[in-house]
């Protein structure tokens, strides 16, 4: 039976979870927070970016992509609860829909890079106390470099800008909270499943009614 997004107990409501998703490209992230989408347990709250559409990829629901100087002026509006420059282009989180879901109860997943994820570990207001911050490890360097080349959606030069990234994204996975080091798709979301369980029962995100 899959959780609820609120437990379903009269005295209790729940505070929301942050789940905060990081993982080198080409760990195994996407296809990771893919599967979660489509169930019933979070808001996936979608990021800006001022990097372009890769095919197939859609205004809305992968990203809002955005040019330089809508972006910068979002930055100036203060409508991010935080961005990072990453391979060379912007990426942002929407302040409005992550503070909106998690008041309600509703747990929200995002996925940010480590600096992203460093910045809100450093919130210590509620989204600081939301959070549970989850680092996904890449097998290998290698394997790395295997998928994606096999994804296929970058340069050559682009691939080696991104594995030269993920050495050093690699070594920030001891901030987190928690580690998966990815397998299967299906090991991994089982990791994060039992994970997200932990999480909900936590005293601290329960409130008396
Ligand atoms: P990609 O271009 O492959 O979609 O994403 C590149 C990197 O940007 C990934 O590491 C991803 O986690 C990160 N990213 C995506 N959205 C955000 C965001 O809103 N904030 C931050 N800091 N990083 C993000």
């Not at 989180?93 to 480590?114: H, Y």
């Not at 989204?127 to 490890?137: E, H, P, R, T, V």
Request: aromatic share 8%.
């Amino acid at each position: 039976m899959p959780d609820t997004v609120i437990e379903p107990t009269h005295a209790f409501r729940r505070h929301g979870i942050l789940f905060v998703v990081s993982a080198p490209s080409g760990a195994g992230k996407s296809t990771l927070l893919n599967s979660l989408r489509q169930t019933p347990d979070f808001v996936y709250s979608v990021s800006c970016t001022t990097r372009s559409p890769r095919p197939g990829e859609m205004e809305g629901e992968d990203y809002f992509f955005l040019s330089k100087a809508d972006f910068e002026s979002r930055i100036a509006a203060g409508d991010f609860i935080e961005h990072a420059h990453v391979h060379g282009n912007y990426y942002g989180t929407l302040r409005e829909t992550v503070l909106r879901n998690l008041e309600e109860g509703v747990d929200v997943l995002i996925d940010i890079d480590v600096q992203g994820a460093l910045h809100i570990r450093e919130d210590g207001g509620a989204i600081g106390s939301a959070l549970a911050d989850i680092f996904i490890m890449p097998p290998s360097l290698e394997e790395l470099r295997r998928r994606l080349v096999k994804r296929g959606t970058e340069t050559a030069e682009q691939i080696e800008t991104r594995l030269a990234n993920a050495a050093t994204e690699m070594e920030a996975w001891h901030a987190y909270k928690y580690t998966i080091i990815s397998g299967s798709i299906e090991e991994d979301l089982l990791k994060f499943r039992a994970i997200m369980r932990a999480e909900r029962y936590l005293s601290r995100r329960l409130i008396r009614v």
